[in-house]
């Protein structure tokens, strides 16, 4: 099965940009529906963002308009392009993929493939 690998989380001033990478090995991006969630510590996993194999897209509407996922298949990668970033988008970032003809709802349980993780603070 796939196996994640994120990076680029860091602290960063309000309004600013990051962009997160998640590495994907083991399989392709190719066969999966590939997404993003974050989590504050004792709150809820949230799901941010969603890229199929075609290229279509989902997004919380708490993040449209600011954030942008992207996949490049030549290098089994995912990205999220975060902008005008929040203090409210302060939390641990996470790539999660499922292998689905159809992908499900950006729901935590619905992902059974995750990444560790990679922390963005916005202050």
């Known amino acids: 099965h796939v196996q994640l690998v994120e990076s680029g989380g860091a602290s960063v001033q309000a309004g600013g940009s990051l962009r997160l990478s998640c590495v994907a090995s083991?399989?392709?991006?190719?066969?999966?529906?590939m997404g993003w969630f974050r989590q504050i510590p004792d709150k809820e996993r949230e799901g941010v963002a969603g890229?199929?194999?075609?290229?279509?897209?989902s997004y919380a509407d708490s993040v449209k308009g600011r954030f942008t996922v992207s996949q490049d298949s030549a290098k089994n990668t995912v990205y999220l392009q975060m902008n005008s970033l929040k203090p409210e988008d302060t939390a641990a970032y996470y790539c999660?993929?499922?292998?689905?003809?159809?992908?499900?709802?950006?729901?935590?349980?619905?992902?059974?493939?995750w990444g560790q993780g990679t922390q963005v603070t916005v202050s």
């Open positions: 999660v993929a499922e292998r689905a003809l159809v992908c499900p709802p950006l729901e935590p349980d619905r992902y059974p493939y």
């Open positions: 083991g399989d392709t991006i190719g066969r999966y529906c």
């Open positions: 890229i199929e194999s075609d290229g279509s897209t």
